[in-house]
């Protein structure tokens, strides 16, 4: 017969000495191992979890089949089991699998759900340890994609990836065609020359770029600046040679238009 008391938890009910009621308020350990101790349970299953007495275990999230035993947040406690619903039923998943909104998958193996639920790979990429990969010996890749070691990319337009796996561009640039803002299509190559702005320069004598990038002479020395060997000279109207004296370099932001 079930007892009824002043307090019941999860179908029981408990009586302490003289018939009052235990007191298992929060905080009360010992009232409440007794409360565990002297609870008669409707349920024979029921366990004491944790100074609480009458737990479900068939049925707790908390506790299923057993004290401290949760289930994952999108599974439920079904006779004992952590179950994983699926089109109206449930299933139980295996080792290593995850429940996801449509069931049981294997993210370390599922494209579809690789490494964690709803986490799909590219088309072409394999999920190996819960990673989407690529390789000679795997899938291919889409049709203008390249295999890089973190996945397929698309190498025209990937700024991690721009115009070669591994190459990546400076914060803030974009990648066009294979090529980060501002880079030149090739390498350059001539003595003296370096890539500004996609077109490489003579930093010899171009005096709009003398020694570096948007060094320009005719901001420093005016019109007649010229540039000599990376360095800003000063030179006469008629094109003779005049004052040969090197300018010392200086910061141009202020001076440009």
């Not at 018939?19 to 010992?30: P, V």
């Not at 089949?65 to 089991?81: A, F, H, K, R, Y």
């Not at 299509?185 to 996609?198: Q, W």
């Not at 770029?209 to 360095?231: E, P, Q, S, T």
Request: net charge negative.
């Amino acid at each position: 017969m079930l007892l009824v008391g002043m307090f019941s938890v999860g179908g029981c009910s408990t009586k302490g000495p003289n018939n009052s009621s235990q007191d298992m308020s929060a905080g009360n350990g010992d009232a409440a191992l007794s409360a565990c101790a002297s609870a008669k349970c409707e349920n024979p299953t029921d366990q004491c979890c944790n100074g609480v007495p009458c737990v479900d275990i068939q049925t707790s999230q908390m506790n299923c089949g057993g004290c401290g035993m949760p289930c994952d947040s999108t599974e439920v406690c079904s006779n004992g089991l952590c179950t994983c619903p699926n089109g109206g039923s449930d299933e139980v998943c295996p080792m290593g699998a995850l429940c996801c909104s449509d069931g049981c998958h294997d993210v370390m193996t599922d494209t579809n759900n690789c490494g964690s639920c709803d986490n799909p790979c590219q088309t072409g990429e394999a999920c190996t340890a819960g990673k989407c990969s690529c390789g000679p010996a795997g899938p291919s890749c889409n049709s203008g994609q390249t295999c890089c070691p973190a996945g397929c990319s698309d190498t025209q337009t990937d700024v991690n990836n721009c115009g070669t796996c591994g190459h990546a561009c400076d914060p803030g640039k974009g990648c066009t065609n294979g090529l980060c803002d501002g880079e030149c299509a090739s390498p350059c190559t001539g003595l003296g020359e370096i890539c500004c702005d996609g077109s490489c320069i003579d930093k010899l004598n171009d005096p709009k770029n003398c020694g570096a990038c948007g060094y320009d002479c005719h901001k420093v020395l005016g019109i007649f600046g010229g540039c000599l060997l990376g360095k800003c000279i000063t030179g006469n109207p008629d094109g003779g040679a005049g004052d040969m004296g090197m300018s010392k370099p200086m910061d141009l932001a202020a001076k440009h238009d």
